[in-house]
């Protein structure tokens, strides 16, 4: 009697499926703990600015208490938890009024000297930030300010007739 040929996937082999799944197995367990430590990762709010401005610093995943800021821009800062787990640390700088314009790197350190350290960019912008009304009144026109100042008189206006003629009516 003639031998009854076999199906194309009974010929593979045991070995080599328990192989690609023992493969699979080791790299799906390795792949958390390879990105759970992944470095920290820092911050700085906002990331332009102009001479003599204010940024927020941030660092997450030192697992130190400590940690500090450094740059050209405006010197060294000390970092201070934000929990009890000292998952974040923050601090707050004020750029030097005479910082020419340009990136800046911003240097996060975490713990003391040696520490784990990631650098990210802060941008100086030409020019100064605006103070006093901030440009609101410097590019409008006289006749602009007239009829805004209109509007606000008309509703200042209708609003007393409407509460006027609501009290009269109470009696």
């Known amino acids: 009697m003639p031998a009854t040929p076999r199906s194309p996937r009974s010929h593979r082999p045991l070995p080599r499926v328990l192989a690609v799944a023992a493969a699979a197995l080791v790299i799906s367990a390795a792949a958390p703990a390879t990105l759970a430590h992944a470095g920290p990762s820092g911050n700085v709010s906002p990331t332009n600015v102009?001479?003599?401005g204010r940024v927020s610093l941030n660092i997450t995943g030192c697992g130190t208490k400590t940690g500090k800021a450094s740059s050209r821009a405006f010197g060294d800062v000390w970092l201070t938890p934000g929990n009890a787990e000292a998952t974040n640390l923050f601090g707050a700088a004020t750029t030097f009024r005479n910082v020419s314009a340009g990136s800046h790197?911003?240097?996060?350190?975490?713990?003391?000297?040696g520490g784990e350290r990631v650098t990210v960019a802060l941008n100086i912008t030409p020019g100064a930030a605006r103070g006093g009304l901030g440009g609101s009144v410097d590019s409008m026109?006289?006749?602009?300010?007239?009829?805004g100042g209109a509007f606000v008189a008309s509703a200042l206006g209708a609003g007393a007739w409407f509460l006027r003629r609501r009290t009269g009516h109470a009696g």
């Open 141 to 147: 026109s006289p006749g602009q300010i007239a009829i």
């Open 105 to 113: 790197p911003v240097t996060f350190e975490c713990g003391g000297p």
């Open 50 to 52: 102009a001479p003599g």
